[in-house]
Each structure stands twice: as C-alpha cells, then as structure tokens.
C-alpha cells in the first residue's frame, strides 16, 4: 500500500494452481449414450480420461477374447487431448515439451465406450468383467434390447 491507496495485482503475474484452469469434463453424455453396431456394450457410470495405452489395453483383450468366439467389436472412444513431455536430460524452461507421448480423451457418465456382437449374455458377462480392470472408470453392460443394463 503507498499512501492508503490498495494496489492492484498484477494481471501479467504467474498463474499459480494451473490445474484449476484445464478443462472439465461435463456431467453427462449428450452423445454416443446408445448402441449402434453391436449386441452389447459396455457404458461408463463415471467421468474420466481413458489414455491411449489403457484403450489399447482393451482393444488387445478383446481381440484375444473374441476372436476364438467368432465375434467382432467397435471401439468408440477417439482420443483428441494430446500429450507433451521433455526428454528425460532435458533441463526445465525452454518452453513446453515437443515429443508426443501419447493422448487422453474424456469419458462421460452415460458414453458407450465399446461395442461386441458373437457371444451370448453369460460370455459377455465374462467380457465386461475382464475389460473393466483395464479402465479407470466404473462401467456397467448394456444390451440392444431398449439398452438395458445387465448386472
């Protein structure tokens, strides 16, 4: 204070908590909330971000598990929020890392994030089961019939 007088703060001033200023995921799913192609599909219940290795992660699974059944399965989840990272001797400054490690994409409660056909209710049963230790959100299987959950 000179004078009495409060001084402003400065507008040019480092931001600090810059995680409050990334962007958020909305409540819920206005797109992509029914089945397109297939006879079940597995629905998040949970916001998140799915990274490009855990979608991977899932898409190996299901090929595996499928592939003997004679099945088929569409992955819906495209990921748009890019990924940076210094190289490992780089020291800090220089502005942001250029290498692309990869990529996340936001989950909302209520997306259909796969889609399989070929199995039965007790095998799909297994699937969902097995696919969802590999992502970080909670998720329920959803069939094409009205889009019931199955539990």
């Given at each position: 204070r000179l004078c009495g007088v409060p001084t402003m703060p400065n507008p040019w001033?480092?931001?600090?908590l810059r995680r409050l200023l990334r962007p958020k995921i909305p409540?819920?799913?206005t797109t992509?909330?029914?089945l397109l192609l297939?006879?079940?599909g597995v629905l998040s219940t949970e916001a998140g971000l799915l990274t490009n290795a855990q979608?991977?992660?899932v898409r190996l699974s299901m090929?595996?598990?499928?592939?003997?059944?004679?099945?088929?399965?569409w992955i819906h989840i495209n990921h748009f929020i890019p990924l940076t990272r210094k190289a490992k001797g780089a020291r800090m400054g220089k502005g942001k890392g250029a290498a692309l490690t990869g990529g996340k994409a936001p989950v909302r409660p209520g997306t259909v994030i796969i889609e399989f056909s070929g199995v039965d209710e007790l095998e799909a049963k297994a699937l969902h089961s097995s696919i969802t230790k590999k992502l970080p959100v909670k998720t329920r299987l959803i069939t094409n019939k009205f889009n019931e959950a199955i539990v």
């Open positions: 001033r480092k931001i600090f409540k819920a799913s992509n909330k029914s297939g006879k079940f979608k991977e992660a090929g595996r598990k499928l592939k003997p059944m004679g099945g088929r399965f």
